[in-house]
């Protein structure tokens, strides 16, 4: 069975500010910039999820979309559209950043058992995108 | 090393069925993708191509040679075509993405002259594709 890596993307909105207590006021907005603005701002998220697997010969998948599609909605848009991130559990303690989002979605699908999760591409803005493949470094070409 | 990417398009219709399976499975795995009188896609593949930058012409592969390969090779059979109905692969495998990733894979891996063919990426919509690097 030949392997083959599928990748699916998401989208959802979501509110946040970069703040952390371990700086002072000044120190947070010179760090954070205009992130820093104690209302908040957002971005239109994409998520893109990468998974492997042999193709199954009987269905033509590495996993079934349906699947993937239900495991991300209960997992990350029910939990994360329209919400303000800094409010979540996940980021009580870590700041909102782009880069802890993305291993938190890593660590989310690493739950769904259907295919070998291979790694987490997020793009904050059309400018901005992070990329998290577990503690493996992935090989060249492949991100 | 050098990486090179083309990409093509091409529109075709298809179908998910598995002959073994009862219309009622069938319809439970692939939900409405099993309806038989097919749906379609403008499908967009990208070629990747490894190789050494040539030293007199600059390139790893001449673009145009490599367009003109996939457009004989995948475009010409696969565009305003029904994948199962038409196109010889599909008629033992179902015509899902990662399977047709493989299948361009296999049409193509013998005929990019001067570099090897690296990764064939084949989106179905913007939300969903599939990458196959010719792994067993």
Known sequence: ?143 | MIYLTRKAEFSSAHYYWNDQWTAEENQRVFGKCANRNGHGHNYTLEVTVAGEVDGTSGFVVDLKELKEILDREVVSVYDHRHLNLEVPEFKAAIPTTENIAIAIWKRLEAKIPGAKLYRVRVYEMDELFADYYGEP
Do not use: W
């Open chain 1, 1 to 143: 069975m030949a392997k083959a890596y599928l990748s699916r993307r998401y989208r959802f909105s979501a509110s946040h500010r970069l703040h952390t207590e371990a700086y002072d006021e000044e120190q947070n907005r010179e760090v954070y910039g205009k992130c820093n603005n104690p209302f908040g701002h957002g971005h239109n998220y994409m998520v893109q999820v990468t998974l492997s697997g042999p193709v199954d010969p009987m269905t033509g998948m590495v996993c079934d979309l349906g699947e993937l599609d239900d495991f991300a909605r209960k997992n990350l848009l029910d939990r994360f559209d329209g919400m303000n991130l800094n409010t979540l559990d996940c980021f009580r303690d870590a700041v909102s950043t782009t880069e802890n989002l993305s291993i938190e979605v890593y660590r989310m699908f690493a739950g769904f058992k259907a295919a070998r999760l291979e790694r987490v591409h997020i793009e904050e803005t059309s400018n901005n995108s992070f990329d998290y493949a577990g503690e493996t470094i992935p090989a060249a070409g492949v991100i």
